[in-house]
């Protein structure tokens, strides 16, 4: 069955975990750079210019460790708000699996499957979707899973 109508899957919600609380503190270092220069700078003769390398490299920091971590919140805050969107308005459907291929990804080449999913259910009309899956030899041709959909935007997440 081939459909029109491309579904997009809901991102991936933050999860706690060694690696996340890993990143989290080198970002927490990054936001901390900047301040801790542009206070550095502040010792410096006035005139010297190892003191104004330390406040450029100060406010560049300053700026960018602001922005990772703001940009980091966004997107969590964004990923939570799609999740709590499709608890809201989503309704239960099935997916069945289409067809699945292996692939690498990463620069360890960490293995992969490459799903294409028809979703249907009801008050849905069917629609295609695409699912990147570390769990490999999961989603096998002709396997059917459940789904949470939105209907009107086709925002979609694996159930189970």
């Known amino acids: 069955m081939t459909t029109d109508r491309e579904g997009k899957e809901a991102p991936e919600l933050p999860v706690f975990t060694g690696f996340g609380c890993l990143m989290g503190f080198f970002m927490t270092v990054l936001a901390l750079i900047g301040p801790a220069l542009l206070w550095i700078s502040t010792h410096f003769a ?25 940009s980091q919140l966004w997107q969590n805050a964004k990923a939570r708000e799609a999740h709590r969107a499709l608890d809201r308005t989503g309704v239960r459907a099935t997916a069945e699996v289409v067809s699945s291929k292996r692939i690498w990804v990463g620069e360890v080449s960490t293995p992969a499957d490459d799903v294409d999913l028809v979703v249907t259910g009801p008050g849905v009309t069917p629609f295609s979707a695409r699912v990147l899956t570390e769990e490999v030899g ?8 459940p789904v949470d959909v939105d209907p009107r935007t086709l925002l979609f997440r694996l159930a189970d």
């Open 46 to 70: 006035p005139g010297d210019d190892d003191g104004l390398v330390v406040l450029a490299m100060g406010i560049v920091f300053t700026i960018g460790g602001l922005a990772t971590v703001g």
């Open 138 to 145: 999961r989603y096998e041709t002709g396997t059917v899973v």
